[in-house]
């Protein structure tokens, strides 16, 4: 049977950006308004299988065993609508997608996401793409998730076309012993979701003074990462976290993420640091929960400390992750044969 | 005895800005960096009495009736070597300054002591200066005094000299009747003085854009005044308190005045005027305390809600205050003979 072999498995890991993509140069092909960088976290992966047919009316996906969202699905499936486009193909995908970290826990999946599904929908049609195509193509599904497919630390480069906005490895998983202990202060799911959100930053007066000065702010970013140097890491990572947020309660209507908790970390966490030279700085995504980016010799004592903030607060923690692989192929609730 | 004429005693009302004062073009001169607007307090005001003195070799200072920090008298010693310096004498100054909010409250006092002194010290040297002039000279106290001298809703100009940043009433107390009730979530000092902060505004990539759109926001905060528009109101005024934090937080060292229970305030005061229609909006100076500024009918609501929000907030309430006075003269450890 043909669809047998139209089948493939990929993991995919999430990243937390040190220098952030807020808002959108052109939203229908996300191509970001400047480049960003992060770091792939290691401890947080989407497995997703990928099954190509022929005999099916519309293509079907499950989350974590379950059926998704109308909104999930329709994402999904107009993600697999570009796919087909460009891979040449008019087969259903049955897509099983898998997180290995709690849905509720406000740590977003899309980049592990649309990074694992564009790698196994496209090694299930047993077409090879080079990263940067892989990349590429797992943009027009989540903008982040185009750094989820190269690994280490990742930057993304703005351009003005789909084949040039592509992420790729400044530095491998093993370059630096980086730990992201996340603070966990909210489970509950955002009101305002990012794809809306990078469509409001430019109506933030603020957003192109924070899109202008980004390449220096990254550049800076890349030499601390070359040379280790977390000083300089913690200054511009939080001070790039607080103009994306700044930009967001700026913009109209204005989109608050943080809550009193969120606040109680990053001061917290700034007191750690200059009053007591812990080597932690935080940063936050679009949503509640703070990141804190510790040497990995620290981590252990910012986990230690977040616990003692507040009950409210659950830890997540994560080493530098790799790059989007391709694992042998689970079937689920129907035989794998893969020969 | 000559002495005995030269005192005189003012009262001056604190304010809160709608549109706000964060930075100068010129710091000597506290000329701003953009026009501001705002409301008088009825209810926190500042009682100085002045008494110009042949016989003393410096200028001495109580403020509640007790010797002030050494940083407070060098700023009112700063204030009155300018004052001499205007106003032609060579006499120093007896200065007994009585707020009658608590000083540890959080509330911004500069803007009504400074108002306040600068009446009393001019009326104690027998001068008359127009409310422009006293205006003007207030400012060079601390820059929101400017507008602690005219009353009611008042504008305060922007200008490239010393005589024409000065403000002016745009409406009298009693053309529109709202309340500010002050959240007080913290009872602490300002770890970042205001002066200090103007200064580093320039250091945010933010501010010139927050700058350059400040006019139009005042032009509707003034439109939205003279309709007794809440809804306008309610939109421009915290946008504006949310440019002015953003600004702060993007300085360089950042400075966050907001606490967790500040944010906590700010969005319940969204909350209850979106879902529930009461009229209600949040601004905030710099620190954390949350002005929440009501239609006169919702105030006891406000005041209720914000009790029950949390146990560690304090109400202050107040309307709309008018202009600085001139008071019959209060000595205080020396007998008074004004005749």
Known sequence: MADTYNIASARAYSNIAFIKYWGNRDHLLRLPANSSLSMNLSALHTTTTVRWLADMAVDSLTINGEAPTVAALRRVQAHLDMLRRRLGTTLRAQVDSRNNFPMGAGIASSASAFAALTMAAVAALHQQLSERELSALARLGSGSAARSIPGGFVEWRFANTHEDSTAETIAPADHWHL?????????????????????????????????????????????????RDFELLAQVVEADSNLMHAVMMTSRPPLFYWQPLTLAVMEAVRGWRED????????????????????????????????????????????????????????????????
Chains 1, 2 share one sequence.
């Open 276 to 339: 007591e030279g812990l080597r932690v700085c935080y940063t936050l995504d679009a949503g509640p929960n703070v990141h804190c980016i510790c040497a990995a010799d620290d981590a252990q004592t910012v986990a230690d400390r977040l616990s003692d903030l507040s009950p409210d607060i659950d830890i997540l923690r994560s080493g530098v992750g790799g790059g989007a692989v391709l694992l042998p192929p689970v079937v689920r609730g129907r035989a794998a044969c893969t020969k």
């Open 179 to 227: 730990v992201d202990v996340i603070a966990i202060v909210s489970h509950q799911h955002k009101r305002v979701g990012s794809t809306a959100g990078h469509a409001s930053a430019s109506s933030s007066i603020f957003q192109s003074a924070r899109v202008e000065t980004a390449a220096a702010r990254l550049k800076e970013v890349k030499q601390s990462i070359a040379q």
